[in-house]
């Protein structure tokens, strides 16, 4: 199990950039697969990116592609979610989830840790 913490959610203008992080715990980071998620209000959780474990291979949203960027560092325990050119469309709580798995997936429920959230919200 792995305690995830997100940091770097906030209020930003359309346009705009943020740079969020999950630290994790343990020292197994580097056997997870790693995704973030999101969730607007009313709506499902829906997947935005994931990475697979030695930061070589990643996998998008559509929604999100050619706007967002995953990575993550192992020797810090840290993926991120580089986040350009957002649109109000992008406001929802940020949720980063790990998966001990050699495969990348786009499935919520195949993930079994997950953070807290953190809000971005986008206005127009």
């Known amino acids: 199990v792995q305690l995830l913490v997100e940091s770097g959610g906030g209020l930003v203008q359309a346009g705009g950039s943020l740079r969020l992080s999950c630290a994790a715990s343990?020292?197994?980071?580097?056997?997870?697969?790693m995704g973030w998620f999101r969730q607007a209000p009313g709506k499902e959780r829906e997947f935005v990116a994931s990475i697979n474990r030695s930061g070589t291979s990643t996998k998008y949203a559509d929604s999100v592609k050619g706007r967002f960027t995953i990575s993550r560092d192992n020797d810090k325990n840290t993926v991120y979610l580089q986040m350009n050119s957002l649109k109000p469309e992008d406001t929802a709580v940020y949720y980063c989830?790990?998966?001990?798995?050699?495969?990348?997936?786009?499935?919520?429920?195949?993930?079994?840790?997950w953070g807290q959230g953190t809000q971005v919200t986008v206005s127009s």
């Open positions: 343990g020292r197994t980071f580097g056997n997870h697969i």
């Open positions: 989830a790990s998966r001990w798995h050699m495969v990348i997936s786009d499935r919520p429920n195949e993930y079994s840790d």
